[in-house]
């Protein structure tokens, strides 16, 4: 659970609600021989249609780097993640929980959007308290959806 910029062009607005259907990186250049995999392709989350109906929320990919900020080659890579949303860590979240077989689900509040007219750490800073708070509403609203139920039921 945490925070993202979400695009505009993809529907996000902020304060949305996300719950990520997968997740890519966008700056993972690592041209060294077994650890190059660790930043190609993307980790799919559990498929929870149930939990996205129920609770009215959006669905996108997640595009994963290591920067707020967004250099030209990074934006094609989102572009080729087919991203809505752009965060710091969904990625490697959904990496080692490949690694270990364990099924993840990534919630993401939108906080900024990415390929908006204000600069992305202005409007982060703005946009945090409010989006923490519907983080905290959805999360508790989600914990409560999934007591008791399966994977299978999500």
């Given at each position: 659970m945490g925070t993202a910029g979400g695009f505009k062009a993809k529907g996000a607005r902020l304060a949305d609600a996300y719950i990520?259907?997968?997740?890519?990186?966008?700056?993972?250049?690592?041209?060294i021989p077994i650890f190059d995999k660790y930043g190609i392709g993307a980790n799919v989350t559990a498929a929870t249609p149930n939990l996205v109906h129920t609770l009215h929320l959006k669905e996108g990919?997640?595009?994963?780097?290591?920067?707020?900020?967004?250099t030209p080659q990074d934006e094609e890579m989102i572009k080729a993640n087919d991203a809505t949303i752009k965060d710091m860590e969904g990625a490697a979240v959904l990496y080692v929980a490949h690694l270990f077989s364990i099924p993840a689900v990534l919630l993401k509040v939108?906080?900024?959007?990415?390929?908006?007219?204000?600069?992305?750490?202005?409007?982060?800073l703005e946009n945090l308290s409010t989006a923490s708070e519907v983080l905290l509403q959805t999360s508790?609203?989600?914990?409560?959806?999934?007591?008791?139920?399966?994977?299978?039921?999500?």
């Open positions: 990520a259907t997968e997740a890519a990186n966008h700056d993972r250049r690592i041209p990919k997640v595009s994963t780097g290591n920067s707020l900020d967004m939108v906080t900024d959007i990415v390929d908006g007219h204000k600069p992305t750490a202005d409007e982060f508790v609203r989600i914990l409560d959806f999934i007591k008791g139920k399966t994977l299978a039921e999500l």
